[in-house]
């Protein structure tokens, strides 16, 4: 484990050489780590973020588009030749379809890069000619992401948190059930191995639907080729003896592996590259699941702070210590789901629950942002009468039915802390409110040329996350 530090370290350091003198001498790179935990619409933002960069008619807030300071943008083979390729015209074929649909999710780290003919600004703008920038996009999944948290815990630990989370959730009854009567001191049994991580597997995908985000480890979720590896059956048992060949022996021997081969690769080849980060978050999906899953999630946001590197990449800094993560963006999606009345509400609510989180991201140097957005405008809005007073609404087309419909989720709270509060508190459900959730398909799309897809907020997003090096 020593040695394989140091290696890493020493990893750093060179990939921390290379990227500095390639920016210094070559063309500006900025490396996008993309991510987003369950149902946050991490595909469609990338494929919305990349045709409005294509076609900026929609930009208004990215300065050196509304400048006109980005004389051309288009797509070029990306550099890392190992990764695959975010397949972008597959999923905006799927959005500019008819009839439209969403794209499939991603399941697996996936890359793209936008070059940008830039021309200079300032005072010497007209000594220079244009100059590219190349943003690389790097997709991965969330799950993996709230996996470089395990690096610091020892399987034991792991074992106490997860099992105290289990007794507490219906969906872990079933385990809990079978963990009880399981003794972790006896020979390990493949076949019995195989069927505690089938069950506690089952328990992870339940979690997940019911709104909640600590659902580690990640890769039981997305396997991927791991599917069925060893490296994948492990489970949680409560702490006791743990003689050689014992199951519990060997379920420790398992979660080590998992985090030296599966975790720290993808840190050390994808996630310690990255210098801006955007957290996608379905904060409205949270808020409809109850009160436990918005803890659940403001938990989550921590977690992911801890996993980064924030700070600003100073020259000596991304020489000897590798890239730092300069801006983190977390962004609650689908605000199109509200009418832009309660917007602000939904960006405040997104400030409570990362406050933690961004505060020290700024202590250690870091620029971070909360933003509501929709990358893909689904909605209309009106306003109705009901009871004899005025009704802000959004209207959509439903996702399961196809028939056109008019919704109201209930308003937010002016005060963060009614949302945080009960939440924190484990509180079971909302005292005052019954807040909703509908399900659109995307709306046809019309595009002039020129114009990206229909969006809120996207040019905001772009202008904190690359607007500086542009």
């Known amino acids: 484990m020593v040695l394989t530090t140091i290696a890493d370290g020493v990893l750093d350091v060179a990939?921390?050489?290379?990227?500095t003198g390639a920016d210094l001498v070559g063309t500006p790179t900025i490396r996008l780590g993309v991510t987003g935990l369950a149902r946050s619409g991490k595909t469609v933002f990338i494929t919305s973020l990349v045709a409005n960069l294509l076609d900026r008619g929609r930009m208004p807030h990215l300065l050196a588009a509304s400048e006109g300071r980005i004389a051309a943008a288009y797509l070029q083979p990306q550099p890392d030749d190992t990764v695959p390729r975010f397949d972008y015209e597959a999923h905006m074929g799927a959005l500019t379809g008819q009839p439209p649909r969403w794209p499939d999710s991603t399941r697996a780290v996936s890359e793209l890069r936008v070059s940008l003919r830039v021309k200079p600004n300032g005072l010497l703008a007209g000594l220079q000619g244009?100059?590219?920038?190349?943003?690389?996009?790097?997709?991965y999944p969330g799950e993996w992401l709230l996996d470089l948290a395990l690096m610091d815990q020892s399987y034991d630990d792991w074992s106490a948190a997860t099992l105290a989370r289990l007794a507490t959730r219906d969906a872990g009854a079933e385990y809990c059930k079978a963990e009880a009567t399981t003794d972790g001191a006896a020979k390990l049994d493949e076949v019995q191995a195989k069927s505690l991580a089938a069950t506690f597997t089952e328990y992870l995908h339940a979690a997940r639907a019911a709104g909640f985000y600590d659902c580690t480890p990640g890769r039981f979720l997305l396997p991927g080729d791991l599917d069925g590896s060893p490296v994948l059956t492990f489970v949680p048992l409560s702490p006791g003896d743990a003689p050689r060949r014992s199951l519990r022996r060997e379920m420790a021997r398992r979660y080590e592996a998992y985090k030296s081969q599966v975790v720290r690769p993808f840190f050390r080849d994808h996630f310690s590259r990255i210098d801006r980060q955007v957290v996608l978050v379905d904060a409205l999906g949270a808020i409809h699941s109850g009160?436990?899953?918005?803890?659940?999630?403001?938990?989550?946001?921590?977690?992911i702070l801890g996993a980064f590197k924030p700070g600003r990449n100073a020259f000596l800094t991304r020489l000897f210590r590798g890239k730092r993560v300069e801006r983190i963006l977390f962004a609650a999606t689908k605000a199109?789901?509200?009418?832009?009345?309660?917007?602000?509400?939904?960006?405040?609510?997104m400030e409570a629950l990362t406050r933690d989180a961004s505060d020290r991201a700024r202590f250690a140097g870091a620029e971070t942002q909360a933003l509501s957005l929709a990358a893909l405008r689904a909605t209309t809005e009106e306003t109705m009468t009901h009871d004899g007073a005025p009704?802000?609404?959004?209207?959509?087309?439903?996702?399961?039915t196809g028939k056109q419909a008019a919704f109201y989720p209930g308003a937010l709270p002016e005060d963060?802390?009614?949302?945080?509060?009960?939440a924190k508190d484990g509180a079971a459900a909302w005292l005052d409110e019954d807040y909703q959730i509908m399900r659109f398909a995307p709306a046809p799309l019309n595009l002039r040329p020129g114009d990206g897809p229909p969006h809120m907020r996207m040019d905001r997003a772009a202008q904190f996350l690359i607007g500086d090096k542009l």
């Open 15 to 19: 990939q921390g050489i290379y990227d």
């Open 416 to 422: 963060p802390s009614h949302i945080l509060s009960p």
């Open 336 to 349: 199109d789901h509200l009418h832009h009345s309660q917007h602000a509400r939904l960006t405040a609510i």
């Open 130 to 139: 244009p100059r590219t920038v190349h943003l690389d996009i790097i997709d």
């Open 391 to 400: 009704l802000d609404v959004v209207r959509g087309t439903l996702l399961e």
């Open 291 to 303: 009160p436990a899953a918005v803890e659940d999630m403001r938990a989550a946001m921590a977690d």
